[in-house]
């Protein structure tokens, strides 16, 4: 996602794009990657995050009912930051964007695909895991990303390495993040947030038990003071 103190002129790089929204990585500590199988689940799910003091969702574009899942959500719960996670090609983020996502996330980061997002003119945080993967993304004049899959590639202990030597780029760490680990990343100088799945586990969505959801939103919320 382009920063939000990057100030950008028309004589930078076609890759230079002015953010509609404040900086993602500032907004929450826990960005919940919410999966929707069920369309009648979304808007709960974000009622029940909202009210928890998680006012940001990233719904994963993994199932056939995501967009429509954007569409009730933007429709229904304006009060919540949505977001399209799991973007992984340029139709992808135009229909995202069509759907009504406010910013985009990728696991990943194509020449093509960053263009793609930036088209939108949506913030958006894309995927990198490897340091010659974040430099290329600095290169585009851009200094917020995704570090994904977090836990796989190195987790906190490579983020802090890399803190001194690369310190323009800040992270939103994800995949295999937990409720008990997320605390070592939220410490780290260059994380301002990280990408949790725990907020909304699968036996609670089937059981419509959003006061469990609303319960784990608040303690995600509760972790920067921790």
Do not use: H
């Amino acid at each position: 996602m382009p920063s939000t103190s990057d100030t950008r002129s028309s004589t930078r790089s076609p890759l230079a794009a002015p953010a509609p929204l404040a900086s993602l990585l500032d907004l929450v500590p826990v960005v919940p990657v919410v999966v929707v199988d069920e369309l009648d689940t979304a808007v709960p799910i974000a009622r029940a995050l909202v009210e928890g003091g998680l006012p940001v969702i990233e719904l994963t574009l993994r199932t056939p009912v995501a967009l429509d899942a954007i569409r009730a959500i933007a429709a229904e719960v304006p009060e919540i930051v949505l977001g399209a996670g799991t973007v992984v090609t340029p139709a992808q983020a135009r229909e995202a964007q069509d759907a009504g996502a406010q910013f985009l996330v990728s696991p990943g980061a194509t020449p093509a695909l960053l263009e793609a997002m930036l088209a939108t003119g949506l913030p958006f945080l894309p995927g990198t895991a490897t340091v010659s993967e974040v430099l290329a993304v600095l290169e585009a004049g851009l200094s917020e990303m995704k570090f994904f899959p977090a836990e796989a590639s190195g987790g906190a202990p490579f983020l802090k390495a890399i803190s001194s030597p690369v310190p323009a780029a800040r992270f939103c760490p994800t995949g295999g993040i937990t409720a008990a680990s997320a605390a070592s990343y939220l410490a780290l100088p260059n994380v301002g947030c990280v990408g949790g799945s725990w907020l909304t586990p699968a036996d609670a969505v089937r059981a419509g038990d959003w006061a469990r959801v609303t319960q784990l939103a608040r303690a995600a919320a509760d972790l920067r003071g921790a």
